[in-house]
């Protein structure tokens, strides 16, 4: 199975989430190593989902901003990816890499509440250390043509994951529109294990399927 971009899933809680997103060719799963978060995968649970997926990147994530909390999460979880959310901690985090394969870095940007001259200056100071961009928002965020026309600017520049603003009826043209590097989707918490009603995700990840 192929997709038409690269896609990370967020915020994936289960089993169910993890094994129809890599049997759908999803690049990166995305796990919150946060106890606090309602999301929270904790470390066991991680590795028995860990061991029944293959093919996929693994995204530790995590809202702190204490690189003793963060160097702890790692050690945990092992991820091949860390997201955070604080760039200033980037040229840090980058020293503890020794080993052979190399930690690789998400910064995740939540832009519901910065103005297009904040993001401006966020983008042109953060996302040099990173090895992706991930713009998400914890609110409802209009994608503009102001927005888009920034987009376009970084995209060419950064690589850039789009996780607002996407629907099935409009993924395709906004990859060819703004020329970012990939998406990304979250998954969710299941009704009931084992039954989960995939919805608009599952659309989506079927509208980029290549043929």
């Known amino acids: 199975m192929a997709l038409k971009t690269l896609v990370k899933i967020s915020n994936v809680t289960n089993l169910s989430d993890a094994r129809y997103c890599a049997g759908m060719g999803v690049d990166m799963l995305g796990f919150s190593m946060d106890a606090d978060s309602p999301?929270?995968?904790e470390p066991k649970k991680f590795a028995e989902i860990r061991g029944w997926v293959a093919g996929v990147q693994i995204v530790g994530e995590t809202t702190s901003t204490d690189p003793d909390v963060i160097e702890q999460l790692l050690e945990s979880y092992q991820p091949d990816l860390l997201q955070v959310d604080e760039s200033a901690l980037l040229p840090y985090l980058s020293t503890l890499s020794k080993s052979e394969n190399e930690l690789r870095y998400i910064l995740r940007i939540d832009?519901?509440?910065l103005t297009l001259d904040q993001l401006d200056t966020l983008l042109q100071t953060g996302a040099a250390s990173a090895d992706y961009v991930l713009l998400e928002s914890n609110g409802p965020v209009h994608l503009d043509d102001d927005l888009k026309a920034?987009?376009?600017r970084y995209a060419a520049r950064y690589p850039?994951?789009?996780g607002i603003g996407i629907s099935a009826e409009n993924v395709h043209s906004l990859l060819d529109e703004l020329s970012v590097r990939g998406i990304s989707l979250s998954g969710g918490l299941e009704e009931q294990p084992g039954n989960k009603e995939f919805?608009?995700?599952m659309d989506i990840l079927e509208a980029i399927e290549e043929d």
């Open 39 to 41: 999301d929270y995968v």
């Open 111 to 113: 832009i519901a509440h």
């Open 150 to 152: 920034l987009l376009q």
């Open 160 to 162: 850039i994951l789009l």
């Open 199 to 201: 919805g608009e995700l």
